[in-house]
């Protein structure tokens, strides 16, 4: 009986890894069996222990840790079922998908019960024609929010966030360029000129004010809170920088960590692979302040320069919060051109600035924008693409009675 019972807990764990990799998660066949080996060397009796070392083989990167606990929880959530599985070895299916919806559960649930889909695959097409009747897919993908995707969906998403195009306005320059109808004389070039011809004719020539591509400085929230949208902002900031070599971006959650360099790489997986690498404080708690201080102090002279736009997305959930936060977001809105803050929480209809991080951080900004979607996103790209000057500031109404914004 020992025999079987570790043959069907082998199924169980092959199985399990297959799931993951369709969750998407790079889990192969030498994993599972590194996992079975793990496991039978260990000789697990518990339950934490089964599950970290199961994690220890297949989770290689920060961002999976999520999708690998929303599996292992909907994959062994009867009661009392691993206990009897680690114990006897007896065979076990899993059971129904947790009903209630947390973080990447919906590609994981997808995952783990691809097979019995088949059999209801005729419901669900009748429920999802009589609730798309009035929106092809493509609009229905835009509209869903990234944290209810599917891992399918997701891929899709990623796939359109390479077709975003950002066209930035260019803007003017302190710096002088050669222009015909320029309003100075450029001397040295006059002169050059008039030598060619003996000094016979001389020919004036002009230069005028230069204009640029503004550079653009995005600084992403990496923590818990944040998540489930982390990764298609890399896919979104790895598509803008393959696009646009003036980006920098950095990520934050307790400490602040720059990852322009990684997100170079012409392959999105290995960009986010290296920036899992090199952050340290993946999925931890939040410190705003902290983290915009040692930006003004160490990066803000380097980068913010020639009118740059920065993208703050954050929750603005601060763990810390004090005075510092206040004369950080006011030094990094005066540095820049351009401050857009780009929020998740906007997708609720009901949101107010109740959180004090957020009621102290919102006066100082320019934009105040939802970002949880490919709408949302398309919306970004076509405001950032629109001509403005440094005036026109404030596109929302800031009550201070109401801490609300319109």
């Known amino acids: 009986m020992l025999g079987n019972g570790i043959g069907r807990l082998a199924e169980n764990i092959v199985y399990f890894a297959r799931a993951l990799r369709r969750?998407?998660?790079?889990?192969?066949?030498?994993?599972?069996?590194d996992a079975l080996d793990?496991?039978?060397?260990?000789?697990?009796?518990?339950?934490?222990?089964?599950?970290?070392?199961?994690?220890a083989v297949f989770v290689k990167r920060h961002e999976h840790s999520l999708v690998f606990d929303q599996a292992?929880?909907?994959?062994?959530?009867?009661?009392?079922?691993?206990?009897?599985?680690?114990?006897?070895?007896?065979?076990?299916?899993?059971?129904?998908?947790?009903?209630?919806?947390?973080?990447?559960?919906?590609?994981?649930?997808?995952?783990?019960?691809?097979?019995?889909?088949?059999?209801?695959?005729?419901?669900?097409?009748?429920?999802?024609?009589?609730?798309r009747l009035t929106a092809s897919d493509e609009e229905v993908l835009?509209?869903?929010?990234?944290?209810?995707?599917s891992a399918a969906e997701i891929a899709a998403a990623q796939e359109a966030i390479k077709r975003l195009a950002l066209s930035l306005h260019q803007v003017k320059t302190r710096r002088l360029a050669p222009d015909r109808r320029g309003h100075?004389?450029?001397?040295?070039?006059?002169?050059?000129?008039?030598?060619?011809?003996?000094?016979?004719?001389?020919?004036?020539?002009?230069?005028g004010p230069a204009t640029r591509v503004p550079p653009i400085v995005a600084l992403l929230d990496i923590s818990g809170s944040m998540g489930e949208y982390t990764r298609l902002f890399?896919?979104?900031?790895?598509?803008?920088?393959?696009?646009?070599?003036?980006?920098?971006?950095?990520?934050?959650?307790?400490?602040?960590?720059?990852?322009?360099?990684?997100?170079?790489?012409?392959?999105?997986?290995?960009?986010?692979?290296?920036?899992?690498?090199?952050?340290?404080?993946?999925?931890?708690?939040?410190?705003?302040?902290?983290?915009?201080?040692?930006?003004n102090r160490l990066w803000g002279r380097r980068v913010l320069g020639q009118g740059a736009v920065v993208l703050l997305i954050t929750d603005g959930l601060e763990r810390d919060a004090d005075d510092r936060l206040a004369f950080e977001i006011d030094r990094l809105h005066r540095s820049c051109r351009r401050l857009v803050w780009l929020n998740p929480l906007l997708r609720f209809a009901g949101f107010e600035p109740k959180a004090h991080g957020i009621r102290t951080m919102l006066p100082h900004v320019d934009e105040f924008r939802a970002i949880h979607n490919l709408n949302s996103m398309a919306d970004l790209v076509e405001a950032l693409s629109e001509p403005r000057s440094r005036l026109e500031r404030i596109p929302f109404q800031w009550n201070r009675n109401s801490l609300c914004c319109s």
């Not at 009796?45 to 199961?54: I, N």
């Not at 009897?84 to 007896?90: D, E, K, N, P």
């Not at 920088?241 to 990684?262: E, I, M, P, Q, Y």
């Open 72 to 131: 292992f929880r909907i994959f062994f959530q009867r009661r009392g079922y691993l206990e009897q599985l680690l114990a006897v070895m007896s065979p076990a299916a899993p059971g129904a998908p947790a009903a209630a919806a947390k973080p990447a559960a919906a590609r994981v649930q997808e995952a783990l019960f691809a097979d019995a889909k088949d059999r209801l695959r005729s419901e669900q097409r009748e429920s999802e024609i009589s609730a």
């Open 142 to 149: 835009r509209q869903k929010d990234f944290a209810q995707m």
């Open 23 to 33: 969750a998407g998660l790079p889990v192969g066949p030498g994993a599972a069996i």
């Open 38 to 55: 793990a496991v039978q060397a260990a000789g697990l009796s518990a339950r934490e222990d089964f599950y970290w070392t199961l994690h």
């Open 234 to 295: 890399l896919h979104f900031l790895h598509a803008v920088t393959d696009a646009r070599k003036r980006v920098h971006s950095f990520l934050f959650g307790t400490r602040l960590t720059n990852v322009t360099r990684a997100l170079k790489t012409k392959d999105p997986d290995e960009a986010l692979a290296a920036c899992s690498t090199s952050v340290a404080d993946w999925a931890g708690g939040t410190r705003i302040a902290t983290s915009l201080a040692a930006f």
């Open 184 to 207: 100075r004389i450029d001397l040295r070039r006059t002169l050059r000129a008039s030598l060619q011809g003996g000094g016979a004719l001389i020919d004036l020539k002009r230069r």
